[in-house]
């Protein structure tokens, strides 16, 4: 799944922005989860804000939040505010998971999908970035991240 449509921004959530288009005064948005329909509590707060501005409740199936009262509102939040830290938290155990593996040499990252060395040889035998685009079929932006390159 492409990570604009999983990773903490709205960006590229194309139908959540159509349903909250579609939604009129006096309509009800109801969800199963809070954490389905944002991704942290920054994003949670915009939307509740445009819902709100609108007059459309907001309404949780499996979380006690009804945003037409007080008390909803207060839970909305704190179930936000959690969210975020669980998602915070759990970006910390992978950055530490990744640099111990980093540390132990299991972790090397992603394979490369293109021969950096030939890349650089071509470049040393003299032909612009142009020519090796040519031979190699890889993108100007790549060839010059290759070219750029401190260690590989």
Known sequence: MDQA?????????????N?????RAGDSLVVTR???LARS???LQDIVRYL??????LICTQQPID???????????????????????RRERQLEGIAKAKAEGIYKGR???YDHGRV??????????????????????HVYRILNKRCI
């Open 5 to 17: 449509l999983t990773g903490p921004s709205r960006e590229g959530r194309k139908e959540l922005d």
């Open 67 to 89: 945003t037409s009262n007080a008390a909803g509102k207060m839970f909305l939040n704190l179930l936000g505010v959690f969210a975020q830290f669980e998602t915070e938290l």
């Open 34 to 36: 809070i954490n389905r």
């Open 41 to 43: 509590i920054s994003d």
């Open 111 to 113: 394979k490369q999908s």
């Open 52 to 57: 709100e501005d609108k007059k459309i409740s």
């Open 120 to 141: 650089k040889q071509l470049k040393a035998n003299g032909l612009g970035v142009v020519e090796i685009m040519r031979q190699t079929g890889i993108s100007k932006t």
């Open 19 to 23: 349903l909250l288009q579609f939604l």
